[in-house]
């Protein structure tokens, strides 16, 4: 690699690196409205990325939350009845969609 190929391809990293993950923020979404509290967008800190939280009851969304979230963990638990389900994405708003 050439030394001008070199400097482009530091300078690419450096742009990426610099650039921050951007989620999507609300603290109470219903299925049935729009984001109630904490609409948003946020910017990742180190070891962030985009977190989605929903919660279903016998199979029907019942509200779902969504944030910047460190050391998130895509996981599946149920608790009184209740299904909760953690997602984590590493896009710009991903955590919108998903």
Do not use: W
Not at 30 to 47: L, V
Not at 56 to 73: E, H, P
């Amino acid at each position: 690699m050439n030394r001008h190929s070199l400097m482009l391809f530091s300078l690419f990293c450096l742009i990426v690196e610099a650039t921050s993950l951007k989620c999507v923020t609300c603290h109470f979404r219903t299925p049935s409205d729009h984001c109630r509290r904490g609409f948003g967008i946020c910017e990742a800190q180190k070891y962030e990325t985009c977190m989605s939280l929903r919660i279903y009851s016998n199979n029907t969304l019942q509200i779902s939350y969504m944030v910047c979230q460190r050391f998130c963990n895509n996981l599946v638990y149920i608790f009184n009845n209740r299904t909760y389900v953690h997602k984590c994405c590493h896009l710009d708003y991903c955590n919108f969609k998903i």
